[in-house]
């Protein structure tokens, strides 16, 4: 007798621009998604689109070359005539659970952060989501790892009018992808690891170096890691500065290349974050010397 399987079955989609697909775009799909577990597979080609997902236990794949462009910006105004602030830009936006992408390229071509401010890509809040062998594309603040701070530093709620479920702290992990970005262009209160991944400095007008990361994480939690990653630049960059004061980004087992400035990090101004803000480095290889500040940890 045939043992009965109790594993729970998946429901396929197909997002496409043909007329066999079951959606023409990602929009569509998301707003349709059946019950259950969900994979939507996506055939090569550019969507131009800003996408929400809601919806808890979700595989994205693309098929081929698969593009995701968004173009919003934080100075751009709404129909009230408000500026839509950093956090109703994201290109996709993820609020959820057990969510898996693969194979996309996620982009925000606002254009540089001088003329629009901020410009995310990709927004998530959410518990155990995972990235492989995505490309993450923009300028100022590319990538935003939820939670966010609970205030402004003017003491006003911080709060993003797109979320749904709150996540105490999220979980994210990135395999072999590719980030590029210009200021602060990691940047948030949850926790995440980068393994194989390439991280790129892109050139800006400013003389002032790019940050690659600007965490902002919750004290007693954990911030991000990168290891094995190939951190390099077409601008100056320092690896991070703390967007609030416990602040955590180590890299351990990386590469990191000429554009690395030789003091490699920043306290933001701020004597403060000295004392609480964790940046560490361990067994990595940099092209030139680097004078780190004393209160960096180094483990060789």
Known sequence: ???????????????????????????????????????IVILAGIYKENVRLYKDNVTIRGLGEVKIVGNRYALEKD????????????????NGGN????????????????EV???????IEGKNL?????????????LCIGPLPPTNKDGKPLLSPWKKRIFT??????????????????????????????VESLKRTSPTPNFITAPSTIEGEEGFYFRHCFIHGKHPYSLGRPWRPYGESHFEDCFMDECLTTIGWDEWGKEANKKTARFREINNHYVTKVTRPHWIKLEV
């Open 1 to 39: 007798m045939a043992a009965i399987s109790t594993r729970t079955p998946i429901e396929q989609v197909l997002v496409g621009n043909t007329s066999y697909c079951d959606f023409p775009n990602l929009t569509t799909a998301f707003q349709n998604l059946p019950e259950g577990n969900v994979e």
């Open 79 to 94: 129909k009230t005539g408000r500026e839509l602030g950093t956090f109703q830009t994201a290109t996709f936006f993820i």
């Open 99 to 114: 969510i898996h992408l693969e194979n996309l390229t996620i982009q925000n071509n606002a254009g540089p952060g001088e």
């Open 117 to 123: 401010g901020q410009a995310v890509a990709l927004y």
């Open 130 to 142: 995972s990235f492989k062998n995505c490309r993450l594309l923009g300028q100022q603040d590319t």
């Open 169 to 198: 702290n999220g979980e994210a992990l990135f395999e072999e992808c590719y980030i590029n970005g210009t200021v602060d262009f990691i940047f948030g209160g949850g926790k995440a690891k980068f393994i194989h991944c390439e």
